[in-house]
């Protein structure tokens, strides 16, 4: 039944008609906002290779969420940024941890805001990798327990959603464990569970300050020539009790969305990380992208390759964008 019975383009003749026949839809609903929390009060700093992104104090954090809640954001996720780091990282579980304190403060001033937070040591350690280092080398369960720990702490400053991003082998189970333990059973687990060792987050470690200060990811993040060894890593998440699993990044993961959305069916969050948006920054300054249309364009794709949710530097933007049309 080719042409000229079957004709394509008669449902794309006008806006009306598009619409009615469009498969996806990008909606404020499914984003979420990172933000960066540091020491401090009335502290704004603009992150250099990310325009737009700023590290805030607290106090000023708070401006800040009420523009993100003002275009209907439904959730933000908390990175810390320390004043100071030590070998075991040891700020990142603090009871008045800059994120702990950004947590309350956020959660009693907007309630309904879901306030996610990031569980990782990098940012804390003075070596700046994700885990505990034992003779030179990464050590993988020695770091479950300090995990745990610090999502419980998380979890005692009333975050909704604690999402581990250290790839640690085990940690889902670990967090799980802990926040049962400590009656914390409605806090879900966003597991970053395909987690590439990317380029791409580059401009974040300026803005985490979280730079490894030997070596690599390598060896715990995921080598990103590995497809399959991502479905591995979503199923034992999976078992292990997350309720929502993450590709990361997107843009050049879009087949893994998709692979993970299909034989999964769960909840599948796509991060649109640092180095996206750096280049699309980058180009539309020079004028050679229309950023707003680029940026719709690359997150409907990763919706139609089958992310629910979409956690990206781009948030207010597109949210406000939305609202517009
Ligand atoms: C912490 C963490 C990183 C990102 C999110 N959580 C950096 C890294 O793994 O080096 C990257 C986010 C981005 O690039 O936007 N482990």
Redesign the pocket.
């Given at each position: 039944m080719g042409f000229p019975v079957t004709r394509p383009r008669r449902l794309r003749v006008s806006e009306a008609m598009r619409r009615l026949v469009r498969e996806t839809e990008l909606n404020a609903g499914d984003l979420i906002y990172?933000v960066f929390v540091t020491e401090g009060t009335g502290v704004v700093v603009p992150v250099e290779a990310m325009p737009g992104v700023n590290r805030f104090s607290v106090d000023t954090l708070l401006s800040e969420v009420e523009r993100v809640v003002a275009v209907g954001v439904p959730g933000i996720i908390i990175?810390g940024v320390p004043a100071e780091k030590d070998e075991a990282g040891s700020g990142a579980w603090a009871a008045d941890g800059v994120v702990q304190r950004a947590v309350r403060a956020v959660k009693e001033r907007f309630p309904d805001l879901l306030v996610m937070t990031?569980v990782?040591l990098?940012?804390y350690t003075s070596h700046g990798h994700?885990g505990v280092v034992q003779q030179g080398r990464i050590a993988n369960d020695a770091t479950l327990e300090i995990l745990a720990r610090t999502a419980v702490s998380h979890a005692r400053a009333g975050a909704d959603i604690v999402a581990p991003?250290?790839m640690m082998d085990g940690r889902v189970k670990a967090i799980r464990a802990a926040l049962d333990a400590a009656g914390y059973h409605e806090v879900a687990i966003m597991a970053?569970s395909a987690?590439y060792a990317s380029a791409?987050?580059?401009?974040?470690?300026e803005a985490?300050d979280?730079r490894p200060q030997f070596g690599d990811?390598r060896s715990y993040?995921m080598d990103p020539a590995n497809g399959a060894e991502a479905l591995l890593e979503v199923a034992l998440d999976l078992e292990e009790g997350a309720d929502i699993v993450m590709v990361?990044?997107a843009l050049a993961y879009l087949d893994v969305i998709y692979r993970v959305k299909k034989r999964f069916q769960r909840p599948v969050a796509a991060?649109n990380?640092?180095?996206e948006?750096a280049m699309v920054k980058a180009a539309a300054a020079h004028g050679w992208v229309d950023e707003q249309a680029v940026v719709l364009e690359m997150l409907t794709a990763m919706k139609r390759a089958g992310a629910d949710m979409i956690l990206t530097?781009f948030a207010k933007d597109v949210a406000t964008w939305l609202k517009e049309k």
């Open positions: 990172p990175f990031d990782c990098c940012a994700c991003s250290d970053y987690k791409f987050y580059g401009p974040f470690r985490a979280s990811r993040q990361k990044p991060y990380v640092s180095g948006y530097y």
